[in-house]
């Protein structure tokens, strides 16, 4: 039989005349589309040079197989992937898309294999975390986010843009005739020695189908928690809070600041081998070898509170629930930690104390919170100021929002091609922790404000806005990216 996986004929034809070519021996055999051009059968016996032997299949069965064919065409190609060097040369590849013809109607669909080949092939090159396609009625848009900060990579005429997704839809094995509901997939990839795996989501909008392909370097899922940026003191709570046997330990902030990797992290130094680690996720992001991974499935009544509920039962030592987002999820994991599990967890709250009276609000008892919190670490993502480029600039007015005096260097981000123009390059984590003493215990029991636990947590530690005041001391940021990321704007420095 013929290897499906390089089908003779083009993907764009093959989808356009209804015909599909399944494999042959002595004959070629052929699937036609119910509704489909009889006449394209003659370019199949032209093309194969095998008597035909001819089946239809329904509309839906169609597409089924013909996602199935070619899914591993073109963008499934890691080798197509690793064979693009694209160094701004992302505007070439938009020039070969046709101006005048329908895009079917050119030599099969390489212009737009080789377009999404090479903006994801960009965005890797970027360090993009996602590639955002979005379709309006006046054009195509394709954004990277690079660094937590969106950027436009190109604008193509809105005609495109149902091959486009179409074609990102079958690569990540996608239902290509389904336009009224999302829809979400994954792409394995290989670029050079680097392992990508591409989450792709798609969404029906009134402009058309919007994708999110969020790329995960499978290399950035095993940072060790030294690699994670953490200032001495709060590595060492962190690490001390790891150590004891049971108990809730949460990391806070909002999406895309970094919250996954420090669990992994923590899973990575936990994962010696000797205790039984379960996670249940959505999606399972990384693969982490010897943790036995769950992923929520809400279709078939997959839940967090499922998942958990399910592998408490597997005799865990060690659990990491994704996120905790119910009341349900919330009770079952603080009663895990009251039986003598570890559980590792998110929260979505701005701050470290925040996280408290959230799980408060959601209904779990004050003492019952009392008694299993063991730590909670807030954080952020700064992006870090491009070395080669940053200028210093003066600081007059700026001492107060640094915390007094202050005889350093202030730099502003000037933009160089080795950051590609924006004065940044890469990104640093800044944290605030709140270790759960017997103080803050009695707090947390006796029903405190939030303010009145925040006041004795940083009474001699550092809050967020303190870490981002530092990293622009130390010269590894701007005021301007503190005050975004941080949003402690006040009066004085609203103007900058």
Known sequence: MMNAAAPPLAYAFAKRHGVLLLGSDEHAHVALRDGGDPLA??????????????????????DRRLSEIYADVGLGNAAGVEQLDLHGNLDSLVEDIPTTADLLESQGDAPVIRLINGLIAEAARLGASDVHIESFESALRVRFRVDGVMREAVSLPARIAPLLVSRVK?????????????????????????????????????????????????EQGTLSL?????????????????????????????TGSGKT?????????????????????????????????????????MSFAAGLRAILRQDPDIVMVGEIRDAETAQIAVQA????????????????????????????EPF????????????????????????????????EMLGG????????????????????????????????????????????????????????AGRLSDAARDAVAAGLTTLEEAVRVTRQETRDDAGV
């Open 405 to 460: 005096e202050f005889d350093g260097v202030l730099y502003d981000a000037v933009g160089c091609p080795r950051c590609n123009h924006t004065g940044y390059a890469g990104r640093i984590g800044i944290h605030e922790v709140i270790t759960v003493d017997e103080r803050i215990r009695r707090l947390i029991a006796s029903d405190a404000g939030e303010d009145a636990i925040a006041d004795a947590a940083f009474a001699n």
């Open 226 to 254: 030294e690699q994670l940026g953490m200032s001495a003191p709060t590595l060492a709570s962190l690490r001390k809070a790891l150590q004891v046997p049971n108990g809730v330990i949460l990391v806070t902030g909002p």
């Open 261 to 301: 990797t420090t669990l992994y992290s923590a899973l990575t130094a936990l994962n010696d081998g000797e205790r039984n680690i379960l996670t249940v996720e959505d999606p399972v992001e990384y693969a982490v070898e010897g943790v036995g991974q769950t992923q929520v499935n809400a279709r078939v009544g």
């Open 337 to 364: 930690s009251l039986t003598g599990h570890l559980v590792l967890s998110t929260v979505h709250t701005n701050d470290a104390a925040g996280a408290i009276t959230r799980l408060r609000d959601v209904g779990i």
């Open 170 to 218: 079958v690569m990540a094995r996608l239902d290509i005739a389904e336009r009224r509901v999302p829809q979400d997939g994954r792409v394995s990839l290989a670029m050079g020695a680097k392992a990508l795996d591409v989450r792709v989501s798609t969404l029906p909008t009134r402009g058309g189908e919007r994708v999110v392909l969020r790329i995960l370097d499978k």
């Open 41 to 62: 059968l003659i370019e199949v016996r032209r093309t194969t040079g095998l008597p035909l032997r001819v089946e239809t299949l329904s509309a839906t069965a169609f």
């Open 368 to 399: 019952l919170l009392a008694s299993s919190l063991r730590l909670v670490m807030a954080q952020r993502l700064l992006r870090k100021l491009c070395v080669h480029c940053r200028a210093p600039r003066t600081h007059s007015g700026f001492a």
